[in-house]
């Protein structure tokens, strides 16, 4: 919950699109009762990579990000790293978070980002397709999830399993918005 906190003050001066929703810091977007199912044959090897972010639930430190990229890479220690890219309408770069992921269970990663010390984040790919080319990542307090693919526009059809995905798990895809590559 922290991590939220500390992520919102630092891109608190991030201006959003008129009329985007931005989201609370406790707002939940997923029945909690359901259970929340990680992918449980994970292959960290083929998540890495650049990912583009297609789709997202509205939260404070990503309001008005257009183009989000995540970079997920192999460090030497086993862990993955993590650089998340969000560009302003016009292309250019807005703001870069970095940090590192441990690969905590099948499917299920601990964030920590640098610049929001002594805080992790608990990150599950909840589903991706046979070649790791869209997948779908979420919390298990449910404040936030994501649709990622490795190119900036998604097929419909993977698009359809991906919001599938977030609703088997208790996502409110009413509230699930599509993201400007």
Known sequence: MR????????????AIQPGEPRGGLFEVYRDTSVPL???????????????????????????GCVGVTADYGALPDGRISVRNTCRRPDGTVRSVIEGAADIVGPGRLKVRFAS???????LWVLWADETYRTVVLGAPDGRSGWI?????????????AARAMLAFNGYDLGRLMLVQP
Do not use: H
């Open 3 to 14: 991590n939220f906190v500390m992520m919102a003050v630092l891109l608190a001066g991030c």
């Open 37 to 63: 199912a990680s992918k449980a044959v994970f292959s960290p090897q083929q998540f890495l990579g650049t990912w583009y972010e297609v789709a997202r639930y509205p939260v404070p430190f990503e309001a």
């Open 116 to 122: 929001v010390p002594f805080v992790g984040a608990d």
């Open 148 to 160: 990622l693919n490795r190119d900036p526009v998604i097929p419909a059809d993977r698009l359809e």
